[in-house]
């Protein structure tokens, strides 16, 4: 079984920076891909950030520029640096990993962004 535990997430005024986390465990051993998505209040979830390889990721097109998404294969951990926090980033982050084409997905990290 795979277990995506995700952490960073908090209360951060606009114009901050944030690290997620999120460390894969189990039995697992490759990965495919991973990502971000978010969801607000009210809202869908949405892709923000996913990863394949070091030279292979795609950005949702209101975080480009902003939010950088990265992987450690050894360590089975993707990370979202977020800088340039806007109120419109806020919402619950989910980590997501693809393998043997099943998706896992965390328990979510509460990202809140305060003008």
């Known amino acids: 079984q795979v277990q995506l535990v995700e952490s960073g997430g908090g209360l951060v005024q606009a114009g901050g920076s944030l690290r997620l986390s999120c460390a894969a465990s189990?039995?697992?051993?490759?990965?495919?891909?991973m990502g971000w998505y978010r969801q607000a209040p009210g809202k869908q979830r949405e892709l923000v950030a996913a990863i394949t390889s070091v030279v292979s990721t795609k950005y949702a097109d209101s975080v480009k520029g902003r939010f950088t998404i990265s992987r450690d294969n050894a360590k089975k951990t993707a990370y979202l640096e977020m800088t340039s926090l806007k109120p419109e980033d806020t919402g619950v982050y989910y980590c997501?990993?693809?393998?043997?084409?099943?998706?896992?997905w965390g328990q979510g990290t509460q990202v809140t962004v305060s003008s």
């Open positions: 189990g039995s697992i051993s490759s990965i495919n891909a």
């Open positions: 997501n990993l693809l393998r043997a084409g099943r998706e896992y």
